[in-house]
């Protein structure tokens, strides 16, 4: 069984403060997916990173995936209240496999307070 | 562009009764995927189906689950004789390719409850 573990379970900041969250595995995944989720709602894409070493921004969130593509960052600039969220990192093609069958960590609950 | 949809968003059924869960992919998008979330848990997935073929059915339990994804239409999970561990939100997603490094997007989700 690969396993996705993500840390910290539970992240709560003031506004304006950065934050990294980290999702880390034994195995190696042929890309990485980072969500978000809403309560009662489906997760939604934020980045798929694909490349050992890749890092892409979108706006504040900074995403990395390690070079040996065994691990991943999520780094949020001066977070903001509308950042609170489930935040979820899911790797794909682990063992070889070529198709994206999704592999998720067990989340990082993020709250923002104003 | 719709994305993903699924019905219903909410389901109730009683011990014993059957479950249908239809998922209609993105437009474009031949390959869907299944997941479960039980509560306090995190997603698992569950079953990788293309039109009209089971790739890998891994994460689904032996009985009482099937999925299948016809030629015409959604892709339905179907829960026979449900329990009430079966109460959890599921969950299907939908690529162009199914390729490992593709995006992958979500539905809504559906959340059975079991009495």
């Known amino acids: 069984t690969q396993l996705l573990e993500q840390s910290p379970q539970f992240l709560s900041i003031q506004e304006g403060e950065n934050l990294t969250v980290y999702c880390n595995s034994s195995?190696?995944?042929?890309?990485l997916q980072w969500y978000r989720q809403e309560p009662g709602e489906g997760p939604v894409l934020l980045v798929t990173?694909?490349?050992?070493?890749e890092v892409k921004k979108l706006k504040r969130l900074t995403f990395q995936f390690g070079d040996a593509r065994k691990d991943s960052s999520l780094h949020i600039t001066a977070a903001q209240p509308g950042d609170t969220g489930l935040y979820l990192c899911?790797?794909?093609?682990?063992?070889?496999?070529?198709?994206?069958?999704?592999?998720f960590g067990q989340g990082t609950i993020l709250t923002v307070h104003p | 562009n719709a994305g993903v949809m699924q019905n219903p968003r909410h389901l109730v059924r009683r011990r014993g009764q059957e479950a249908r869960l239809r998922c209609s992919p993105m437009?474009?998008?031949?390959?869907v995927y299944w997941y479960r979330q039980l509560p306090e848990e995190g997603l698992k997935f569950m079953v990788y189906?293309?039109?009209?073929?089971?790739?890998?059915e891994s994460g689904m339990p032996k009985e009482r689950f099937s999925a299948e994804f016809p030629k015409e239409g959604p892709s339905i999970l179907r829960i026979q004789q449900v329990v009430r561990g079966d109460s959890a939100a599921y969950f299907c997603?939908?690529?162009?390719?199914?390729?490992?490094?593709?995006?992958?997007?979500f539905g809504p989700g559906t959340r059975l409850t079991v009495l």
């Open positions: 997603a939908s690529s162009p390719s199914g390729l490992a490094g593709e995006n992958q997007y």
């Open positions: 195995s190696v995944f042929s890309s």
């Open positions: 437009k474009g998008h031949s390959h």
């Open positions: 990173v694909v490349t050992g070493g």
């Open positions: 189906l293309q039109k009209e073929n089971i790739i890998d």
């Open positions: 899911a790797g794909a093609g682990a063992g070889g496999t070529s198709y994206g069958k999704l592999t």
